[in-house]
């Protein structure tokens, strides 16, 4: 297998930041370079994930905390599943949200801020079923 060159790499990024923005694909946070944006589509995406048998099966979700795995997340909490999220940039290491824990707030919680709110940090990774 041929190694893809950081040149290579960089160039196909920014075609694709281009390309979301250009064709409007990419949802808001604009603009859209340099980082992992959300899409039109992304909730659908989440949904169908949701029909999975993986997803079924799964106990314990890990997510980045990237915006178009926003649903994906609050969908986690919503079936009952533990979610792990890297905390951004992993500044405060990884986050647990019990969904036990949450009380009906399963969309605050899917957010960057209430991940902070409802989430403990962890040393020891539990195994995860599903990322």
């Known amino acids: 297998m041929k190694m893809m060159k950081t040149d290579d790499k960089n160039d196909i990024r920014n075609?694709?930041?281009?390309?979301l923005e250009t064709d409007t694909i990419s949802q808001p946070p604009k603009p859209c370079h340099g980082r992992i944006p959300d899409f039109k589509g992304s909730t659908a995406a989440a949904r169908l994930l949701q029909t999975t048998e993986e997803w079924k099966n799964s106990q314990i979700i890990f997510s980045s905390p990237d915006s178009p795995q926003r649903k994906?997340?609050?969908?986690?909490?919503?079936?009952?599943?533990?979610?792990i999220m890297a905390s951004p940039k992993l500044k405060?290491?990884?986050l647990l949200i019990?969904?036990?824990n949450i009380g009906?707030?399963?969309k605050e919680a899917s957010t960057i801020k209430g991940t902070f709110?409802?989430?403990k940090s962890i040393k020891k990774f539990p195994k995860v079923d599903l990322s």
């Open 15 to 19: 075609q694709t930041w281009k390309t």
């Open 72 to 83: 994906v997340r609050e969908l986690a909490l919503r079936d009952g599943k533990v979610l």
């Open 92 to 94: 405060r290491g990884y």
């Open 98 to 100: 019990d969904p036990s």
């Open 104 to 106: 009906g707030y399963e």
């Open 117 to 119: 709110k409802f989430g």
